[in-house]
């Protein structure tokens, strides 16, 4: 199931190259990450306060055509993997007005003991929830 | 007793006009408040793993000149007042090569108690170290 | 008038002291700014294609309290002054489940020429549309 | 040819998990770059004041170990392909202290025309200093 998320382009994402920095989308990645786990009841600060945290281990984009100042971006995030200790999302960032994809990515995600820093198994609670979405 | 710390301009704190972002020297400020710190032998890290925190209560920034990409810059942090309870910087953040001062500036920070979030009064050991440096 | 615009926290703006960084604030600040220019039917980027800038000149903020990851933030941008060559700004950024005012600020903005970097008169047929929103 | 820089973590780059966010090293891998360029004599404001872009099409890292605020860090830039339309670099920040690897990466970069966006071909001046550098 993808998960759609909008975000406006802000004039401190843009370089001097008069293009958004290609460093932004890597962390609007994570906005999409945030908004899919709230789509399948899970907000990442629950996730914290329970003892799981959910660190990224791999990252990968192509930047395929630049977005501007003030381009209101689509930011889709599409689950491609789900075990009890990692889940992979593929990413497509478009700039709503002419439809045109701009970048796309890939992370790599694992489920961690907050206290030991350990690859943790997910308890069923929150896993049963991702599991739906895939 | 000033401080200085140099830091170069990198692409990525550049924005749309081709110069430095002015949050970016907000930033900056807190390089050279840690580097003051560090000068009069106290580290952030080790202040909050020993259940203090040092946050910003209050800023104010003169933007006179633009920085701009590769620029080597010198951030001079000046200590204007501390108490127990509280210390505050001026800073100058200048152009190596040309001396040019770019922007200027003032913070106060607090102490506070890790745990509890209150105000707290900094022991000895770190305010007799400080106020050397006054 | 008053123009208020949502941001939401981001994990990637927040701290190791698992607050929002301060220096993001006066990023949000522009966000309002920006907002607060298209309310009154000017964008940011029509403003540069027709060859002026807006840049900040003077900034400062108190940080009253924390905002942490996930909060839905108000941006209240209320103009305080303004003549054909400058334009400032006060700032309310609140909370919005519990309506706490977290930061204000002030913000002193000046209207450039983009091909000299020399203060400009900005022309009537945005002045006007300024000076409706006083 | 391996060129190393040095990158001190600032507060301002850690998260609430009290680490370095996961885009900071996307931004850093350009530190390396822009510092690889140098080192065969080019600056990348020289390249774009001649009407040529170095923009970035393609990412990855791997995130092997966490910083942490005040790490001194070594970004390791290691040419991998160079061709006068494009050039890839591997990327190894280790943290200093320690040598522990941290962080992986890749970049493909093009050369593009500033003034069309199209890719490009390097000139031999910029060319043939790249070129020692493999």
Known sequence: ????????????????????????????????RVEFLREAGITLGELMDDGYLFPIVDVSAKYLNPAYFDD???????????????????????????GIVLVTGHTQNVFTCRATGKIARLPDKYYDKLKIMI
Chains 1, 2, 3, 4 share one sequence.
Request: glycine residues 2%; positive net charge.
């Open 1 to 32: 199931m993808t998960v759609s998320v909008k975000h406006k382009v802000n004039f401190y994402d843009t370089d001097a190259m008069a293009v958004v920095h290609h460093s932004n989308y890597i962390r609007w990645f994570e906005i999409g």
């Open 72 to 98: 209101q971006l689509i930011i889709e995030t599409i689950p491609t993997a789900l075990t009890k200790a990692k889940m992979a999302f593929d990413y497509r960032i478009l700039r709503e007005k002419d």
